[in-house]
């Protein structure tokens, strides 16, 4: 039986892969470790997550991932300082969250990730 021979994968487009939040992420993280040199060229790998230390343990991969930290370390009650709105309408009436660090991570909390993409001054 003759040896099959592999073609290398070929990608003229340019691409780019997004993973956002922690499971996002650690999937970029593991397609980005999977590409060969060769296949690379035209490929890029970004991340966004609120927790810098998900982000931490991604830029520590063999592969080159741009992160973006998506909050600050601010506590969520600052972020609610200066948001009105959040704070009247749709964040949860939760005095244990607003002690809380939005670089720590959303959590699976979609109102926590929601909150951590605003900008406060």
């Given amino acids: 039986m003759a040896k ?9 487009a340019p691409t780019l892969f997004v993973g956002v939040g922690g499971t996002g992420c650690r999937i970029v993280r593991r397609v ?4 060969r040199p060769g296949e ?3 490929v890029n790998f970004v991340c966004l997550d ?25 506590t969520v009650g600052n972020y609610l300082d200066y948001d009105a709105d959040a704070l009247n309408n749709w964040f949860p009436k939760n005095a244990v ?3 809380k660090t939005v670089s720590e991570g959303a959590g699976q909390c979609g109102d926590h990730l929601r909150l951590g993409l605003q900008r406060v001054p």
């Avoid at 609120?50 to 601010?74: F, P």
Wanted: negative net charge; hydrophobic residues 25%; proline residues 0%.
């Fill in 4 to 12: 099959e021979r592999i073609k290398e994968n070929v990608i003229d």
């Fill in 32 to 35: 980005a470790e999977m590409c």
């Fill in 40 to 42: 690379r060229e035209n």
């Fill in 50 to 74: 609120t927790n810098v230390n998900d982000l931490a343990s991604v830029s520590g991969s063999r592969s080159h991932i741009y992160t973006v930290q998506t909050s600050n370390t601010q």
């Fill in 97 to 99: 969250l607003y002690d």
